[in-house]
Nanobody, 126 residues
Framework: QVQLVESGGGSVQTGGSLRLSCAAS????????MAWFRQAPGKEREGVAV????????YYSPSVKGRFAISQDNAKNTVYLQMNNLKPEDTAMYYC???????????????????WGQGTQVTVSS
């Protein structure tokens, strides 16, 4: 099991940037894929980005590809989501997740992730 704590959310204007952090602890961290999901009011939780163990394989949803970047610092057991050129439609609660999903070249579904953080709010105003 992995314990996850997100931080870094906030309010920005269109075109701005934020960096989310997810501090992880637990024995399974080193073998887990780490992902970011988001959920806007009234919408389904959607996968944003995933990074597989070793950091070599990273995938993004089409809506954020080219604007967001996922990375991890294993020395700090922390996963980051750098978000640039933010748009109002990026407004959502962002969640960090850990799990051992089957490998696919896209962000796996939420059902593949067993551990979740409490979320951090991102609001983008026009």
């Amino acid at each position: 099991q992995v314990q996850l704590v997100e931080s870094g959310g906030g309010s920005v204007q269109t075109g701005g940037s934020l960096r989310l952090s997810c501090a992880a602890s637990g024995a399974s961290y080193s073998t887990s894929a780490m992902a970011w999901f988001r959920q806007a009011p009234g919408k389904e939780r959607e996968g944003v980005a995933v990074i597989y163990p070793g950091g070599g394989n990273r995938y993004y949803s089409p809506s954020v590809k080219g604007r967001f970047a996922i990375s991890q610092d294993n020395a700090k057991n922390t996963v980051y989501l750098q978000m640039n050129n933010l748009k109002p439609e990026d407004t959502a609660m962002y969640y960090c997740a850990a799990g051992i999903p089957r490998w696919v070249p896209v962000v796996p579904p939420r059902s593949d992730f067993s551990d979740w953080g409490q979320g951090t709010q991102v609001t983008v105003s026009s």
